[in-house]
């Protein structure tokens, strides 16, 4: 069971209307092979440009359990970090009225962009600016989420962030991704993540 976050008050902006809280605890009980509760505190690094565990403590769930290596080995506090981070990060986005704005989870965010069709190229690299910024807000591969979101290949991810970073649209931009996803769905909830290899490079837009 995941805990609802309990974040702090002051809140970063990454730009592209992506903000998030500057530190939060989240807690996970009833893992398998965890008997106990795990804690973790997640704060924002900008040394490392992301999210990162600052903090990890496993509580047991009572007599009779002795906390041992092997459980600990089984804490996946990246998960943990990246799982309750979707539930912190937010993106303030269009409203219905003219000046409005509506603050909405990361989740509904990339959805949202993925459902777009029929951008410009000026449009599309804008769109991945933000994207990559809720990537790093919540601790996933920037250039995975970017080409997972806007259906583009990896290649095509890179050159858009590329052409960002040397445009001084977005100077944050590191082309060096991580080589594996952490076993978290941006875009659903499952109850029980896996790994898995990722998804094929979808087709280039042309950038």
């Excluded at 997640?42 to 041992?68: C, K, M, S």
């Excluded at 919540?138 to 095509?156: A, M, R």
Aim: net charge neutral; hydrophobic share 35%.
């Amino acid at each position: 069971m995941v805990h609802s976050p309990s974040p702090s008050d002051e809140r970063i902006d990454l730009g592209s209307r992506v903000t998030l809280p500057k530190s939060w605890h989240a807690r996970v009980s009833g893992e398998q092979d965890v008997p106990g509760t795990i804690t973790v505190r997640v704060e924002w690094d900008a040394a490392l440009g992301r999210t990162a565990v600052a903090f990890a403590a496993l509580e047991r769930e009572g007599e009779g359990v002795d906390i041992t290596s092997q459980m600990l080995r089984e804490v996946r506090t990246h998960w943990i970090m990246t799982r309750s981070a979707r539930e912190v990060v937010t993106v303030d986005v269009k409203g219905e009225g003219a000046g409005d704005r509506d603050r909405i989870p990361v989740r509904e965010f990339l959805s949202r962009v993925q459902a777009e069709e029929g951008r410009e190229q000026l449009e599309s690299l804008y769109a991945a600016i933000a994207v990559y910024r809720v990537a790093t807000a919540i601790s996933y591969p920037p250039l995975k989420l970017v080409s997972d979101t806007l259906k583009i290949s990896q290649s095509t991810a890179t050159r858009l962030m590329t052409r960002a970073r040397d445009a001084g649209l977005a100077p944050e931009v590191r082309v060096q991704e991580p080589r594996r996803a952490p076993a978290v769905d941006p875009y659903n909830d499952p109850s029980r993540p896996h790994y898995g290899p990722s998804r094929p490079g979808g087709p280039s837009i042309g950038l």
